[in-house]
């Protein structure tokens, strides 16, 4: 619930590398090796780890040597392991085949699967994380038990195996006792030292003294004496892997945290002064970093990567392009000219160091210095540092090599010769390459993060110094071993002959599932149009016969070339004679266009842009059945509808030509290119210079009549392009003798086109009485209906003279009104019989029902009206009403329609959403002023309305059913109450205790229960002030109430806010029960305030508190400042931020959410108890007993462990 508020770690951390995530195809082969020609390995799930110290050993040449030299003789064969009497050693057998793949097999990544189902893992222990120096020891201890009785069996005590010895030095009479120890890897602090060398001087060169109440037992002396204790290397392995111990737990916060401040390492040693024996040469002694396993993130979950250096150069090392113009910058600046480089932005100390530098004093304020650093990266320390380094007092704290804090710590200055931010000072035991010169062809290093892997260079191992992404595993080698001149650029060297076979084999099987993919994958659809089947009409191409095929569908390869499809094609058409173009055609409302040819015959399709699907024409590439086409975007045509005048032509119903046969006007479909002018289309429909060319208007009147607009006489040099015309598009040509016409009006830029009589009309269908439900079907009412067409105009006399008529015809007798129907055919009020079609809102060309009833007048209105809670849950009528009519009088006439008995109803009204509304309280009111209109509806409810001088709200009520911590749970429905408006809260929550539902309710006065208001099941305020009147409170007839029993009385004032506080739980991502606070804003609204609220109920100390209020809408949280921003005394104070305003608008029942930053004062003590909660102390002593309910604990950590077989 609480999110990251409580989490100090990352928890959520990527398991695999960052980058955007490929999705293979279905089929799809694994991609071949990249540039720099190395092999990553796939990660499971949560096997980062795992695949850190695999691709470390396989770089240990001499490791996967030994781990070569064995074979099937002495490890068994795979394909023999499901045997019951054969020992396989299964794990080196595994490691043997992935080693190869890594080395020989073309592919992006290997997989571990193999491997890891040779461990016995299973899918859960695959996406588990674990430790990577955990597993160092245990995949070690588990070679050295499956190679037990063969010729490798000491081959792992041979390459890492190394001794210390301990020794206690009596100062009486000077004897020695020493113990040895033998040790794998090294386990070096991390806390609390600057690097490698100061950690290996505090083991191996300081001495720990027995002295004062810790003295030591003597066995020659056999008495407690004073003696020093010291350790030295006795004996040093080939290689010598260094665990840095990164992960430490907090005693006083209760939890674990990872170290990330500064951790230097160099990339050669010399280890003589830790050694025991010092007589050998310096490289004996020797040794030169070779592997850096890194870490990233938190100490509950985070990426494993590592930093490798390629010793037998078996990748293509390449530097970064980013690296080379800044190397060549750099050299071009004079020695005597002061430079500050720009610092790398992901590195606060450089970043840091370069702002104080070009300080002359090399000293600030640290207020200053934050702004300058805003300044100089373009945002402050906390949104770009404070993730992963902390407060910047801290950070600056912690390199307290670097930087010197004065006076009281305001001020922070350079120390003299502080060590630079990105490399180390030369020495003995560290010798680093500066940021100017070239790396050494032989050091060239790569990152291999899972499944990638990049060249670095050298100096960026130093960027694994400090952060949350920093280095934990070290691998040296010594100096003295040398590789031989084979294996240098030979994956292959010392490689079995039987996994070269099997590498050889997967490499052809690879090679060919790629061949075939690229095959499948790089076919592309064409469609291939000849020229012969082909002729040009209006500026498109459209076929001569409809019966015969347009197109020919070819399968191509998009990687062959121009003209390898030329021939292709040459060779189906066997009669073609002469040139053949290929050019990319589009099919087009108007017919087939041509855009570019393919010209050039030594580019591929793939290069030409065609796509699968693609359309090509294949002409001669100038002119088709004698007839040039133009080609190009340009010249696409566009099909236009053509309209002419046909004044003299009557035409029976249907017998017209296009949409509008009989509306007087003919429509012809005509295509045009779209570079043409609209003189030129003029031309081609052969019309005078006389004539009229006008486009249609859009969103002309109703009733048959549409405008045109005319284009002007300039108009006629412009393209219809030019004129955004588009296909479809409506022309209409006038001739001169046809503009004085009676249809057509012209006046000035625009033309009407009146229809003729025959098209003016309006379809009046009659409709019966309709039947009730569970009548006569469909078909026997659609035998009732009669349809008429009615000649009609805009300026019919009224509506009155066409319903009388029809009355007559259809239905003798009877009244009857005219209605209009919708889309649904749902039939619409009626129409007033006074007014004329226009002015009744009736279009021509529309439907229109006689219907039996009565029409409304101009002074009446038609209303509909139910009875029930609902539109449909009881009987539905109409109604017609004069509008000058009260609310009561329409609500005598629905009860009377209704026949209802008595008269305990009143009215309602319907919404828009069909939703019934609030009911009409005025009776006196009169329709009109009330804005009711024609087709408005009413709901008849049963009730009465509260007398007007008393004016009663009508409540839903709901009970808050609580914890006794305070936590609600649910809310259910105990009644309604009816109360005036002028009774009091106090009042109310008598009333509310008098429900059935309340009964057992034992509450001592009004004053022990909390009424909330609610909106949409939320609870939104409190309702404050006893003696407040409902209406003084703004509430409404309707609003639900929800009511909540306190333990102890409550009077919260207009400014006291009660809150939800939940305090997070030290070291676990859980909180305790939420709790109430009424905090009392009238004084200080601000976060200082609440801060000291809180810490005086809990009893801690302000600045141990950070606070955030809980965002339910966007399921976030928000913090409040923690830190009063210092003011120049020049500068005013700043007015202090109001909780109660912008951004926060802190309300009652919102969520704080607390974190103590300092638990020296809240360590917690859990005390196992029964049932789900357990009881909670403080060492202090201070604040009440708490009970805490369950807490979501992390889930536990599992041991990591590989079955291995008996092999004895």
Known sequence: MFGSLFEEEEEGFSLAPSGGRVVKREGEPPPPRGRVNLSGIKNQGGTCYLNSLLQ???????????????????????????????????????????FARLLLVDQQSASTGDLTDSF?????????????????????????????????SAFIQHLYHGTTVNSIRCKECGNISQRQEDFLDLTVCVRGVCGLEGALWDMFVEEEMFEGSNLYRCGQCDQLVTAAKSAKLRKLPPFLTVSLLRFNFDFARCERYKETGRYTFPLTINLRPFCEQTEDEDSEYSYELFSVIIHKGGCYGGHYHVYIKDMDHLGLWEPPVRERGREEERTTIKKEVRVYPEPEKDDPLSVLSSIITQEESRSMLLDQLGQRLMDKIGSSWSKKYRKLHGPIGKFLQNHSDVFVLVNNGTRVALKANPPSPVTQPSSPAHTTPGPSSTPDPGSHWFDLNDSTVTSIHERDVEKMYQGKESAYMLFYRKTLLRRPSGALRNPGYKVPPHLLEMAEEENRRLQQRREEFEASNNSVELRLHLAPRYRLENGALKPISIEQKEATNLTFDL?????????????????????????????L????????TLTDDEVSLYSAGILTGTDLFVWNGREVCGATVQTGAEWEPMLLTVVRPSLGEEEEDGGGEGEEGGSGLSKESRGFAGRVTLGEVREALGEPQESLLCQEKRGGEGGGAS??????????????????????????????????SSVFSVSGDMVTVTT?????WLQVEYRPERRRRGGGGEGEEDEERMRAKVPASGNMVNMCLLSLHWCVYLCPGVACCLRQVDRTGKLLPPVCEELSVRDAGVRLMTSLSLCPGTAPKDTQLF?????????????????????????????????????????????????????????????????????????????????????????????????????????????????????????????????????????????????????????????TRILRGQQHTLRKLKLCSGVEFCVQQLLREEDLGPKEVLLRVQMGVPGERGYYPPEDLVWDASRDPSPRSLRSALASTYGLSPDSLLLAMHQPHTHTWETFSNWSQQVSKRKKKKKAESLLGAPFHLKDGDIIGVKVTNTALWFIVLVAGQGAGAEVETNQGVGPEKKMGPIKARKPEVALSINVGVFR
């Open 120 to 152: 016995g893992w299973n899918n859960s222990e695959e996406s588990r994380q674990h430790d990577v120096q955990e597993l160092n020891r245990i995949l070690f201890s588990a070679l050295e038990h499956s190679l037990v009785d063969t010729s490798g």
């Open 863 to 1019: 209303l509909y009206f139910s009875v029930g809670t609902a539109p449909s849950s009881g009987l539905e009528g109409e109604i017609i009403v004069e509008r000058s009519s009260t609310v009561k009088q329409v609500g005598n006439d629905c009860v009377s329609f209704g026949l209802l008995v008595g008269d305990g109803w009143h009215l309602r009204r319907l919404d828009w959403c069909e939703e019934v509304g609030e009911a009409l309280m005025d009776e006196e009111a009169s329709l009109s002023e009330l804005k009711m209109s024609h087709g408005d509806a009413l709901v008849i409810t049963e009730g009465r309305l509260p007398p007007k001088e008393g004016m009663k709200l009508c409540s839903l009520v709901k009970m808050c059913v609580c914890l006794v911590g305070g936590a609600m749970v649910e809310l259910r429905t105990v009644g309604q109450v009816e109360i005036s408006e002028e009774a009091t809260l106090e009042e109310l929550k008598t009333q509310v205790l008098t429900l059935p539902a309340l009964q057992y309710v034992c509450v001592p006065t009004p004053a022990f229960l909390r009424v909330w208001q609610l909106e949409g099941q939320r609870l």
């Open 559 to 587: 990687r062959r070339t121009v003209g390898d499809l030329r021939m292709i094609i040459y060779q189906m058409q066997n009669l073609w004679d002469g040139d053949m173009a290929l050019t990319v055609a589009k099919s």
């Open 56 to 98: 470390t050993l396989l770089f240990t040449p001499e490791f996967r040597e030994e781990l070569f030299s064995l074979g099937p003789k002495e490890l068994g064969c795979l394909e023999d392991k499901d045997k019951p009497e054969a020992k396989v050693r299964v794990i080196p057998l595994e490691l043997q085949r992935l």
């Open 707 to 740: 405008g045109w607009r005319v284009f002007p006489p300039g108009d006629m040099q412009r393209t219809l392009k030019e004129l955004a015309l588009k296909d479809g598009d409506a022309l209409l040509v006038l001739e001169p003798q046809t503009q004085d």
């Open 756 to 760: 003729p009589s025959d098209c003016r």
């Open 589 to 596: 409302p108007a017919g087939l266009h041509l855009y570019n």
